[in-house]
């Protein structure tokens, strides 16, 4: 059965939160920006190498995403120090972590917002 956005939004933001160890607090601006980008994400076609087009949503069960949202949640905790993760700090864990992915899906396409 193919995956929805309201299924897997919850997982991501899940993933996010393990990653920083789950006793750090990520402000609501951090969130909200987080999710608005990764939303949007999920449901954008990517043209993979092979020439096909998928949408991570689609791809989902392919690739190890929750591993990738759980590395940026530590890198934002890290990165923090032990404070509150701001959205300048979850938006360079993010770019750092996509940015050494592999992934034909990462980094999302667009912006913080």
């Known amino acids: 059965m193919p995956h ?5 939004m919850p ?6 939160g393990q990653g920083t ?3 750090i607090h990520i402000s609501g601006e951090a969130l909200a920006a987080f999710h608005k980008r990764f939303a949007a994400w999920l449901v954008r076609p990517v043209t993979k190498p092979d020439g096909s087009r998928q949408t991570p ?4 069960d392919n690739y190890d995403f929750e591993g990738k949202f ?3 949640g530590a890198g934002a ?8 993760v701001q959205l300048s700090t979850l938006q360079q864990s993010a770019t750092t972590v996509e940015a050494g992915s592999e992934c034909p899906f990462c980094p999302p396409p667009d912006g913080w917002v």
Do not use: F, K, N
């Not at 929805?4 to 897997?8: C, D, G, K, N, P």
């Not at 997982?11 to 996010?16: C, G, M, P, T, W």
């Not at 949503?57 to 989902?60: D, H, K, S």
């Open 77 to 84: 905790a890290a990165q923090a120090g032990g404070g509150a």
């Open 57 to 60: 949503l689609e791809a989902w």
């Open 70 to 72: 759980r590395d940026i």
């Open 4 to 8: 929805t956005s309201e299924e897997i």
């Open 21 to 23: 160890g789950g006793a």
């Open 11 to 16: 997982r991501i933001l899940a993933a996010l």
